[in-house]
């Protein structure tokens, strides 16, 4: 197989009946994404399985801009976040107690802990973003999306995820909205689906996986879509931070540690800034500033 179908996005849809359906498989790009940070398995587990979901779900975008895929919790997981762009590219981070022992069959309740919720967010590059925030339910990031979708599109859905060191895989099924379709026939499609393994979804590209499940009544099978990696992070962007922070903050962090570093969550990139480039920043000596107010103050 070409290492290029390990990287893709396939849409498909019955002509015999109103059902469409999207299959991600990420190998390249997933390695990238976990090669940055070092997160436990159980994390790592759930972290993939979102950005399989991302992936899917950004297909849908009808403008240019990103689809942001969050869940949130206060326990030993803070956040997993998900980003898929119009432009075919995606990125991942997770947010944990990294002082924390977890157990690599930690489920994904127990990791978030009470009152965690998911976040979905259009963020279009012109216009106002859309966003909508439900209580999680179920124990799966495919549980917790099934139960999204039904509640917020009211629209059968059927999702399918699966995540390892290597590879992370989706399969989506949907009904056409506006159209007829029994429920004999919805439930032979998700059934089928349902006899996918885990190995297969994560080792097989679409051409075979759709046979495997379909070759009885085959899909129409489009174009594969490419996805990639890319981090939007920018020395520029976090030099607008910075700004936003104002000088007097900005210069007592330089006073008292020397220089700045941000770290990129999403693909651990490090800026510094020190004394010199916080000052040319602002246009000012900020730092000389800071100096003086505190031998007043003192």
């Not at 469409?20 to 090669?35: A, E, F, M, P």
């Not at 919790?73 to 991942?92: D, I, N, P, W």
């Not at 002082?99 to 963020?123: H, P, R």
């Amino acid at each position: 197989m070409a290492q290029d179908s390990f990287n893709q996005r396939t849409r498909f849809i019955f002509d015999d009946f109103p059902v469409r359906g999207l299959h991600v498989h990420l190998q390249d790009v997933w390695q990238h994404i976990v090669s940055r940070k070092h997160y436990p398995i159980a994390i790592r587990r759930a972290l993939g399985e979102l950005l399989a979901a991302g992936s899917l779900l950004s297909s849908n975008l009808k403008l240019d801009g990103t689809l942001i895929v969050q869940v949130q919790g206060q326990g030993v997981l803070k956040m997993l976040v998900v980003e898929a762009t119009s432009e075919h590219t995606v990125r991942a981070t997770a947010r944990y107690d990294e002082t924390a022992q977890i157990a690599d069959d930690t489920d994904l309740t127990t990791l978030l802990g009470e009152n965690s919720v998911f976040v979905l967010t259009v963020q279009p590059k012109e216009g106002e973003p859309w966003q909508g925030v439900v209580p999680l339910e179920g124990g799966k990031i495919s549980d917790i999306l099934m139960n999204y979708m039904a509640r917020s599109e009211q629209l059968d859905t059927y999702i399918v995820l699966a995540s390892d060191d290597e590879n992370v895989g989706g399969l989506l099924l949907q009904r056409l909205p506006e159209q007829e379709l029994d429920n004999d026939s919805w439930q032979h499609v998700c059934t089928l689906s349902e006899t996918l393994t885990e190995t297969e979804l994560l080792n097989l590209d679409a051409q075979n996986v759709l046979y495997r499940l379909f070759h009885e009544t085959p899909p129409r099978v489009f174009g594969p879509e490419a996805l990639e990696f890319a981090c939007t992070c920018s020395r520029g962007k976090v030099s607008d931070m910075l700004l936003m922070l104002g000088g007097e903050e900005v210069g007592a962090a330089v006073v008292e540690e020397g220089s700045i570093t941000v770290d990129c969550d999403f693909c651990n990139e490090h800026y510094t800034f020190d004394e010199t480039d916080i000052n040319a920043l602002f246009g000012m000596d900020v730092v000389a500033a800071v100096k003086a107010n505190t031998r007043v103050a003192n």
